[in-house]
C-alpha cells in the first residue's frame, strides 16, 4: 500500500466521521454532547466524565445542562417557517424554553440573520444569560410577513452534568503531550468536527506505534467551560503536560496557520513552525493572543501549559465561520489528509527530539571507510550526507535533533535519519531525554 | 470644552509664547538669557541659578557672560547695510567687540552666507575661541560694493554668570523624570522655543494633576555648558533621574523623529516607540549617536543617565535648521499641539506603568457574570473586552502594564483602563510600583 | 611611492606566484606539494613537517603517498590522445598505477567528462578508494573511435609522508591568529593558489609589522587529511588558536563572500563582517556549514576554533570550479591585491582591538580647548570628530573599538585613528587586552 494511498484512507476516515457527526445538535452539555463522545468512543477507547451541574470549576461554575427535542416559527397557517429539523443552527444555543404566540414585530429582537450571506444562517449562542432567539437565512427573515406567529422552543435548562471525553495513549514518562479540541459546536463541519477527526485518526495512528517517550493525551470538551472544567477537575495532572495543540478548522482549503503558545518559544512553537516550514504547504505562524479557542485557558497565567493551536481557516477570518456555509462541501478528504499528515509530524518530532553526542568529535570522523560516503571527490553531496555532517558537528550535547534541523533547515525526518544511521555505526550516543 | 478645543488653546498658548520670545537675543549667558528665564517664570515657577564665570563645571569652565546692546556694517554713505536691530542671527554669537573701519577685503573673512539659500541668514556661533563676525543673506554680500566700511559689534565680555531655570513637580517619590530644553538659541523659532513652549505647556498641565509618581524636573539652560553646568551642579540629584527627554525642534510640520538614549532599550524608549506607534502620526526612531543635543551630556559614560529626544524635524537635516528661515511662519500652533499631545502621552506611560497581578490566574476569570463581557456568543468582542484578556493573561507579575501594551499593540491608555475596570472588579492587584 | 602602486605591486607580486605554482601536479601528498612548500617557503620561511603514512591521525590515518611520473591514453596509431603531459587533470588525483591494453567500451567506465562544458577538464580525486581513471574534455571523448587503446598510469602509492609548512610570527602573547590555505590542488589556480599567493603576501607584510598582538600562524596544508593531520600533531597549541581564517578562491572577480563561524557571532565573525560592510566592495556574509574547506575541521565539537571562512567564488557554485576552466585568465592580479586588503584589514582589526576607558566620562570633555573641535559653531562636524565622541561616548570598559566601529557604522580605521588622538590627550587609557 503506497503511502499517498494510506493518507486517502486516513482521508476517508476522517471525512466519515465528520459526515456522521454533522447532524447532531451539540452544545456545551447535553445529549448531543453524549451521543457525540458515544460515536467517537466506537474509534478510540474514551474515558467519559461527567460532571454536575453547580460545581465550582476555577472561576467558573458547572452550568444547567441543556437540552432540546424541537424548535419552529409557524406562520398564521400553521406552516413551520423557521424549523429546528432543517437545521439545529436554528436555533440560538441555550435557547431556555418558550411557546406563545406573538406579533413579529415583537418576535423580531430574537431573529438573528446576516444580511451580507443571505443564504446562511448564522451560529449564536447564550449560555451564560438566559435568552431565546433564532437564527434564519436573511432571505427567511425578509420573507416574514408582519403578522402572528406560533413560537416554540421546546428545550430544557435543568440541574444535570457536563460531559468530556479523554483517550490515554500511555508513553515511557507521564511526563504528556496534550491534544484538545473543542465538541460543542453542532452542526459545523470545520469548527470543529474536522478538529475532532484529525483528533481521532491520530490517536489510531500512534495507537498501532510501539515506543511512545511522552504519554499521549486526547481530550474532547466543550469550548471554555470544557477546558476550564478539565483543567479544574485535573490540577496536578495538568502539571505533567509538555506540550499541547489545540486543533481547530483543519478541514477547508486555507493555508495552514500555527499560533504560538504565549511562551512564544517553547518546544512546540519550534516544532510545528519546522515542521511547516520544511513541509512544503503554505503556512504562517502567527503570535499569541488571549482569543480564539482553550489555548487561552491553557495559556492562562496560573498554568502557563505550552499550548499552541493548529488550524487552517482562522478564528473568525472567513465568512464561512460560525455559519451554515460551514457545512460537508466546506471540508474534504483530502484537506483533512493533510492536515493530518502535518500533525502527525509535530507530533513526531515532539516525541523523537533528543538529544545526542558525537563520539568522535575532533574533526570529522572518516565516514568514506564507513560506507557513509561517496568515494569519488566532485563538487556535492547528497542531502543524506550533509544532514550527517550537520549531526556530527551540533552534537555537542547542547543541540537536540529539532535544533539540528532548524539550523540545517532540513526536515526532521532527515536529521533522525542521519541521526540513526551514525548511532548504528557508534558516531552517535544518546546523551539525554 | 472638547478636546479638540483644548488642544487648540494649548496650541495658541505655545505659539504665543513662541511669539513672545521670538525677537530675544539669546546666548549661552547673558541678560537676553536672564530675560527669556523671567518670560518662562511668569507662566511656571522658576528656580533660577547664576553660576559664575571661571567656575569648574565637569571638565569644562564656564565662560565670561556675554552681552550685546547693537551692531553694524555702515558703507561709505554711513548707511546700515547689516544692521542687528533687523536681526539678531546678523551678529556670530560671543563675538568680541570691535569698531574699526576696514576694507571690504579685510572684512570678507568676517562674513558668513549661505549661497544656497541666498535670502536667509545663517546662524553662527564662536563660543570658545575670542572671534567676531557677521552673518547675513547672500544676496546683501552680493550687494556690496568694493571701499570703505564701517563695523561696529557693541558687545561685552566679562566676568559674570551662566544662568539656568528649573520648574519641579513633586511625586509621590523623588526619583524624577527629566524634561531638558536648550534655551540659548537667539532668534530661531523651531529651534528652540517650540521646545521650550511645549515644556512649559505640560509642566502647567501637570501642575493641575494629582498623584504624581514620579517628580517632574523642567530644565531651562543653554546647550551644553548649561546641561554640563547643571550636572555639575547637582550630581547626587542626577542620580535620582529615572527617564528623560531633551525636547527640540517641536513646531515644524515633519513627521516625529524620536533618537534611543545610548541603552537603546530603556523605560523611556520603550515608552517613546510605543506612543508613537500607536498615536498614528507619522514618526520614525533613530538610534543615539553622541551629537545632537544634550541627551549627549546626559548619555555620557559617567552619568549614562536614561535621556532619549523627541523632535520632528530632525538636527541640521532640513534647510531652514540654524538659518533665518527657522522664523514664526516656520511652526504652527497646531504642530506644537500635535507635539504637546505626544509628550504628554510618553510621560503618562511612565508615571503609570505599574505592574499588576491577575487574583484569578487559573484559567480565565468569568467576565460575563461581572458584567465584562458581551452575552450572546459571537465571532468578534470590543477592543476593550481584549485588552482586558490581555492584561488578565500577562499579569503574571512579570509584565508591566507598557509590556501589555507593546505585546497587544494596544494603546498604552487602552490597556490602562481595561487594568482600572479590572482592579475595580478584584481581579487585578497592583503588585510593584 | 602611492599606496595604489604598493597595491599593485603586491598584486603582481602574487600572480606571478600563481603562475609559477600552476604547472605543478599537487596531491593531498607526494613531490608535487613538497615542491610546491620549496616555492612557498622561498618567499616566507617555512617550518616543514613530514608524517609518515599509517600514523592515525584523529580518527583518521595518514594515507599513502602518491607519486606520479606520466600517464596516457594511446589511440591504434600509439598516438597520444589523453596526455598528462599537457594538463595534469587529466589523470583522476591518487590514481593506482595501470598500464594496459583495452577497448574503448572497457575503458569508458574511467573516463569522466562535463557534458555542459565540453571544452573543459572536470578534476576528479579518489584519495580514499583503489581506483583509477582519466578526466577529459567532452570534445575529446566523443572524438574517440571504437578500437583498443594503450592506457598507463605511471604512479606509485607507497609508503610515505603527508607534508606541510608553517609559517609563524610571534606577537606579545602566545594566542594566535590562523591563516589556514589547501595546498593540495593541481593546476587549479583560484582553488587554491589564489588563497595561497594571499596567505604568502599578508605573512611578507607582516613580518615588517612590529608590535603585534597575536601570534600568526600561517598553514599550508592538503585539504581535509591536512588540517585533521595538523590538529591531531597539535592538540595543546590548537588551543591557544583565538580567530582563524580558511583562504579560498580569492583571484576570480565574484563578489566576497565570508562565511561565519560555527558559533556565528566570534570576534573573527564581527571583525570580518565589519571590514566587509565598511570596505565598499560587495559582499556577502553566509552561515557556517559543516561542508566546503578545512574550517569544518576546526569548527568540529571536538575544538570550536573560531575559524571562518573569506572566499569571493564560492565553494561548488561557479561553473569553473574544479576544472580547467580555474586557469590562469580566471585570476587576477587586481582581483588578488583586492583580497589581500581585505584579509589585511581583518587581521588589523583582530590584532588592534582593544578596550579603552574614557578619562573624563562625566559630560563629553571640552575637545575645542585642547584642539580636537572645530571653533565655529555650525550644522556638522567632519568624520574624525564624530568617531571621537563615539569613542568617549562608548569607552565605558565594556566597548571594544570594534564594538564600537560597528556601532557607529564608521570604520575600524576611523576608530582607530580617534582612539590614538584621544590617548595622546589623555583622554582615553588603556583598559584591557
Redesign the interface.
Known sequence: MTALTEENDVGREMYALVEELYPICRSITGNGLRETLGIIGRRVPLEIREVPTGKAV???TVPREWNIQDAFIKNARGERVVDFRASNLHV??YSIPVHERMSLEKLRPHLYSLPDRPNWIPY??????D?WGFCLTDEQLDSLPQGEYEVCIDSTLATGSLTYGEHVLPGETDDEILISTHVCHPSLCDDNLSGVAVSVSLARELARQKDRRYTMRFLYAPG?IG??TW??ENRERAKKIRHGLTLTCLGDSHPFTYKRT?GGDTAIDRAATHVLATSGVPSQIIDF???GYDE??Y??????IAVGSLMRGRH?EFPE??TSGDDLAFVSAARLAESFGILRDIVDVLQNDRTFE?T???????L??RGLYR???????PGLQ?AM??V?????GEHSLLDIARR?KLSFGAIRTAADLLVQHGLLVLRGP
Open positions: 476555577l472561576d467558573w440560538v444555543n449564536r449562542t447564550s449560555y451564560y444569560e435568552a471554555t477546558a476550564i483543567l479544574a504565549v493572543f488571549p482569543y487561552r485557558q495559556n492562562s497565567p496560573g498554568f502557563r473568525g465561520y460560525h558525537n568522535s568529535p575532533f574533526g570529522e570522523p572518516q568514506g571507510r568515494a569519488l571527490g566532485g563538487t556535492s553531496i550533509f555532517l550537520w556530527l558537528n551540533l552534537s555537542d540545517a
